[in-house]
């Protein structure tokens, strides 16, 4: 069977077969797709803008001595000053921390007080902006493993719900990205699963999976999930979602965390409905949670931590400058950019970007930044019009 088969067939089957509580390993039929019998270049040619030694650039939202501070998300709000983050005290799972800065970024508030079902949290918490049709706004955020896990809020922020499942169902990184639809008030939420929570049951790793689920609702309750991707020699995860520049289209970015081939990207032209083949991506855009956000000039900002066969910064922080473009048609864009320099192998970087009215990225993650410390959490900020001057000299 051929992947693009599974891909638009396999929906309708899980979909039943969650309703009769999960799906079975007999329930698919797999097969190598073309596609994976060429691997793309280990390495890329595009220069690398380091600006990891400017210490005037960083922030730091919040440091302690010997204690784990982990994959935060931020949120920025309408006023365009208001920004939001939480972040776990440990290694994705562990009590979420929440913090607000009123000045994009530049200081922070101490911890702020969270609900008691926070302390519970499993995996990475993430924070998502979304609107009913009726116009009312909401700020929610999920929380991963089994179940996976929603807390509200309609006051942006000011006060909080505590964590409540979302259905029968869980998930690993839920959700890195929120797409708003067509039609007002629908959101489609991507995330990934290898087989071990998917269903609830205790299980085994077996293969990734990548998911999406909708909300009609604007963000109050989700369907059950429908599978997406999937490769039988690739571990495909940590979706990151972006649309193109018309709007028409929906890319979506995929770790490989079977190490053996690049990061790779799917795409839909039904806002969500069927899927491309997972295409791999050229070595510039191999990464891990990709993050991606436009700036005013139509390019493309991605974060995302380098896990590039070939690279200088591997294991770093890193971003990546191009058009929608270079997505689509497999090239490797403009630049990088070694936003830090991460001090133990390559444990950070889930990051958060906001851009701001004059162009400012203000992009915010944790690593191991002091040799010897605990990781924390700090945020950099800068225009990609100083990049570009950078990168001129290269």
């Known amino acids: ?5 599974i891909v638009l067939a396999v929906p309708l089957l899980l979909t039943s077969a969650f309703a009769q509580n999960g799906l079975q390993k007999k329930d698919v039929t797999l097969a190598p797709p073309k596609n994976l019998k060429t691997k793309l270049s280990p390495g890329y040619t595009i220069p690398v803008v380091d600006i990891s030694g400017d210490k005037e650039r960083q922030v730091i939202v919040d440091q302690e001595k010997s204690q784990y501070l982990g994959h935060p998300t931020t949120l920025l709000l309408e006023d365009n000053k208001t920004m939001l983050i939480v972040y776990p005290k440990g290694h994705g799972r562990g009590p979420i921390v929440y913090k607000r800065s009123t000045d994009t970024g530049l200081t922070w508030s101490d911890r702020l007080p969270t609900p008691e ?59 890195g990205t929120v ?67 018309d709007g028409k289209q929906i890319a979506v970015l995929l770790r490989e965390n079977s190490r053996k081939y690049n990061s790779f990207v799917i795409f839909s032209n039904d806002e969500g409905q069927t899927w491309t083949e997972p295409k791999e991506l050229p070595a510039a855009l191999t990464g891990d949670r990709h993050v991606a956000k436009y700036t005013p000039d139509g390019r493309l900002f991605i ?18 400058v191009g058009k929608y473009e270079d997505i689509v048609n497999g090239t490797e864009g403009q630049y990088r950019v070694r936003i830090m320099d991460n001090t133990k192998g390559a444990d950070c970087t889930y990051p958060g970007i ?25 945020s950099v900020r800068f225009k990609l019009a100083e990049l570009d001057a950078k990168a001129a000299k290269k």
């Open 117 to 175: 079902s926070w302390k519970t949290s499993m995996e990475v918490p993430t924070l998502h902006r979304v609107v009913d049709a009726s116009g009312k706004k909401r700020i929610i955020m999920f929380s991963g493993l089994h179940p996976i896990r929603m807390a509200v809020t309609e006051d942006d922020g000011a006060n909080w719900s505590e964590l409540a499942p979302i259905g029968n169902f869980g998930g690993i990184v839920a959700m």
């Open 1 to 5: 069977m051929h992947l693009r088969s």
């Open 354 to 378: 906001e851009v701001l009215p004059d162009g400012t990225i203000v992009t915010t993650t944790y690593g191991h930044w002091t040799e010897g410390e605990a990781p924390y959490i700090v």
């Open 303 to 320: 974060s995302f931590r380098d896990t590039t066969h070939v690279s200088p910064t591997k294991g770093d922080w890193v971003g990546w």
């Open 179 to 245: 797409i708003d639809l067509k039609t007002p008030g629908h959101y489609l939420a991507f995330f990934h699963d290898d087989g071990r929570y998917i269903r609830g049951a205790p299980s085994k790793a077996w293969r990734f999976w990548v998911y999406t689920t909708l909300s009609k609702d604007g963000g109050l309750t989700w369907s059950a999930p429908t599978p997406i991707a999937m490769l039988p020699d690739a571990n495909l995860c940590e979706p990151g979602a972006l649309r193109s520049p």
